[in-house]
Structures are given as structure tokens and as C-alpha cells.
């Protein structure tokens, strides 16, 4: 224990940012009418069927969570996301379905499509779970906050907790997505396409943040409850009638295009043009909070950067790191991107200043330049093997895990401390450290 202890004692937090922390004032605006007139009604309902004594943050933890089931579940039954088997009778022989999806693998540049007969079987039951999974982790996330207020327990930390878990949570309403519509012919879509809608996601994340940064307002993107609620019925839809039944065709456009184009749009359309014109206004009317557009744009440096330089890797990779290991692939995006999210909310919270740069980009940067440049003449060489790239990716993927982890540990360790209060109990509060 005295080991662990001292292991999740690292300061990341500084007096400043603690200061900072005790001055906060939430300011959040959300008026999507699907939030207003149907969630934040049920919400109300629900949050008093609650018992006083749970805590919020446990409630933020937990819908988390089942988010990570959703996602180990996927990881079991469709780690490549082939998509849905035309042929059942594939199902039946898993052998010869295993057969067909090593060949891919193994051949993976010969392929400019995926084959329907490489595929994955899901178990129809594994929607049913998925799609409770999805209902619990939105109406969690989309209570803990009025729990906080109705138990008189709210405070930064509660705040800092649920949009840093939201920063990750971001990763698996895509890698859900795809799992559905799958990357084989006819239907699905390609693991470049879905890195795409993955970005468009993350993105308005981001920037709804970025924005809080710069006008100390967070306004909630409309997409959000949008998303959750269209998930849950995407994978009840799915348990009723089988992936089968999202394979057709809206005029001259698959329904699974037609799903890319609505992403887009809400994306793009109901996420960034406001935020610009907010920031804007901000900016003209003097409640600007940075002192230049400089300190503005700070806190977009690391994420540019982490888009570019995966970019980069999946352009001139040698072995098609992305469709090779796709899943792999958006796990370390999406770590990291939590990552440097995270820090630009405490950041945004504390009233200090964002860092322009993520130390954990610098390892990335390091092995996407070792196998993207042109090194086979290099000491290197013997070492820039295509199974080495995919041991890089998986290293790559948990050395971010456990340094987010220990990041985030550390810090509401520390707040905890400084607030004293326990992150899952508001029953009790810790004894006071004696001077």
C-alpha cells in the first residue's frame, strides 16, 4: 500500500491551479431542444428515485464503465470490425471464418476492399447488452450533476471528473458505430472513413471546450444527446432484426453513407460555426478571457499536431497500420486525445494557462518517424520489421493508458485533498492532516 501510495502521489497540479480551482464558477448553456423538453424532464424524474447518499461522481464512474464493457465486448466478438457475415452458415464454421480473416491480414495489400465472406459473427444477445450499456452510461452521465446538486455536494472536482471521463468517452460512440456497419463489402465503410468521423467527433469536443477556454461559457454541442440516444436505438434495432436490416439503400446513397453525411453535418454544422461566432462576439465585446488571440489558440497546438502526425502515419505506413489494426489504432487517438483535453479543462477551470505542447506526443512522434521515414540503410533497419510496427502501436497504446490513468488518479487525488472530500463517498469527509 505505502508503494501505491506514493506511486499516485505525483503533483500534477499546481498551487496555482488550486487556487484557481477554489475561485471557479460553473457557466454552462445548453439548448438543444431534445435536452431541454425530453432528457433534462426524465432526468428530473429519475434523479429522485436516487438514494441521498450516492455519490455523483460514482454515478459518472459507473456510466464510464459501461462504456469500457461496450467496448471489451466489441473487442471479443469483432476486434477488426469485418462486419456481418452475408453467409451464417460462416457462423457455424468458425474455423474456416478465422481461415478467411488471417488470409486478410496477411494480404492486406493485395486487397482495395474487404470481401464479404472475411467477416465477423456478433451474437444477436450482444446487442441487447450493448444497447442497455449505451441507455445506463448516457442517463448516468446525464444526472450525476443534478444528483450533485440535490445532495448538496457539488463542487470542482465533480465537474473536472465528468467532462475528463466525457474527453475519453468519446472514443466509443464511433468504434461502436463501426462495429454496426462493419468495413466489408457491399455495405460497410472504410477504417479511413470511420478515422474520420472519429476526428469529426473528438473535434467537437474539443472545441466546445476550447470555446469555455476563451469565454468561460460551456455551450453544449446539440450532437451530443443526438448521438446517445441514436446509439441506444441503433443497437436495440439491431438485437430486433440483426445488422442485416442497416444494409439498403436511400436512393443512389447506402444508409451507411447516408449516416457518414448526417455526422458531418451535425458535426461541422451544429458544432464549430457557433463556437467560432461565440468566441468572435467574445472577442469583440471585451469578455475575451485571454489577453491575445495567441493564448486563444494554445490549447488547439497538441491536438493539431496529434491529428497530423497520425495522419502521417497512416499515409506512409508501410503494412497499412490502420486497416491492419484499426482498433488498436483509434485506441491510441483516443487516449491521447483525453489526454490533452483533460489538461486543457483544468486549465479552462483554474483560469491558468493551457500548455501548447503534450508531453506524450513526443514518443509518438519518435516512432512514427521510424517507420514513415525512409530509414532502411540506418542501424535501424533490422529492427523496422512489419510485426515491429504493430508491437510499436500496441506499446504505443499502453504506455498512454497507464500514464492518462496515472494522470487522472493523481489529480483527483490531489483535489480531493485539497477540497477534502472523497471522490466516491459525500457521507463523510476525511480527517483533517494535522500541520
Not at 27 to 32: A, G, L, N, R, V
Not at 155 to 177: I, M, N
Amino acid at each position: 500500500m505505502g508503494l501505491l501510495h506514493k506511486l499516485f502521489s505525483y503533483q500534477y497540479i499546481t498551487h496555482e491551479h488550486l487556487a484557481g480551482l477554489d475561485r471557479y464558477k460553473y457557466s454552462c448553456i445548453d439548448s438543444s431542444p431534445l435536452s431541454r423538453y425530453v432528457m433534462h424532464p426524465f432526468w428530473n424524474f429519475l434523479v429522485e428515485l436516487y438514494p441521498k447518499w450516492l455519490a455523483p461522481n460514482l454515478l459518472t464512474f459507473v456510466g464510464f464503465l459501461c462504456l469500457i464493457v461496450n467496448f471489451l465486448l466489441f473487442s471479443i466478438y469483432d476486434y477488426s470490425f469485418y462486419g456481418y457475415c452475408a453467409n451464417q452458415e460462416d457462423c457455424v464454421n468458425l474455423q474456416n471464418l478465422t481461415k478467411n480473416q488471417l488470409y486478410f491480414q496477411n494480404n492486406i495489400n493485395k486487397f482495395e476492399t474487404i470481401p464479404s465472406y472475411v467477416c465477423s459473427c456478433i451474437p444477436q444477445w450482444l446487442w441487447m447488452v450493448l444497447s442497455v450499456c449505451q441507455f445506463l452510461s448516457h442517463h448516468l452521465d446525464g444526472t450525476d450533476g443534478k444528483q450533485a446538486r440535490r445532495t448538496g455536494s457539488s463542487s470542482p472536482l465533480g465537474e473536472l471528473f465528468d467532462h475528463g471521463l466525457d474527453s475519453w468517452a468519446t472514443l466509443f460512440l464511433p468504434v461502436a458505430l463501426f462495429s454496426i456497419f462493419g468495413r466489408n463489402e457491399p455495405f460497410g465503410i472504410t477504417a479511413f472513413s470511420m478515422y474520420g468521423l472519429l476526428w469529426l467527433i473528438l473535434g467537437s469536443f474539443i472545441i466546445s471546450h476550447w470555446e469555455k477556454y476563451n469565454t468561460g461559457v460551456l455551450f453544449l454541442p446539440w450532437s451530443y444527446d443526438l448521438s446517445q440516444v441514436g446509439m441506444t436505438f441503433l443497437f436495440f434495432g439491431t438485437f430486433l432484426f440483426g445488422q442485416k436490416i442497416w444494409y439498403f439503400r436511400i436512393g443512389p446513397i447506402l444508409f451507411t453513407q447516408f449516416v457518414v453525411v448526417v455526422i458531418y453535418v451535425a458535426s461541422i454544422g451544429l458544432s464549430l460555426p457557433f463556437s467560432l461566432y461565440n468566441m468572435y462576439v467574445a472577442y469583440t465585446n471585451k469578455s475575451f478571457k485571454q489577453k491575445s488571440i495567441y493564448e486563444g489558440v494554445r490549447p488547439i497546438f497538441s491536438t493539431l499536431y496529434l491529428f497530423v502526425v497520425q495522419l502521417i502515419w497512416i499515409k506512409y505506413s508501410k503494412i497499412n497500420i490502420l486497416d491492419l489494426e484499426p482498433r488498436a489504432f483509434f485506441w491510441l487517438t483516443g487516449t491521447l486525445f483525453s489526454n490533452i483535453s483533460c489538461r486543457l479543462i483544468v486549465a479552462q477551470m483554474t483560469s491558468t494557462r493551457c500548455q501548447i505542447f503534450n508531453w506524450t506526443l513526443i514518443p509518438l512522434t519518435v516512432i512514427v518517424s521510424m517507420f514513415t521515414l525512409n530509414l532502411e540503410k540506418s542501424v535501424f533497419a533490422p529492427f523496422l520489421t512489419p510485426r515491429s510496427e504493430v508491437y510499436s502501436l500496441y506499446f504505443m497504446s499502453v504506455l498512454i493508458t497507464l500514464a492518462h490513468i496515472h494522470y487522472g488518479i493523481c489529480m483527483v487525488r490531489q483535489i480531493c485533498d485539497h477540497l477534502n472530500i472523497y471522490c466516491f463517498n459525500i457521507t463523510s469527509k476525511p480527517m483533517k492532516k494535522s500541520d
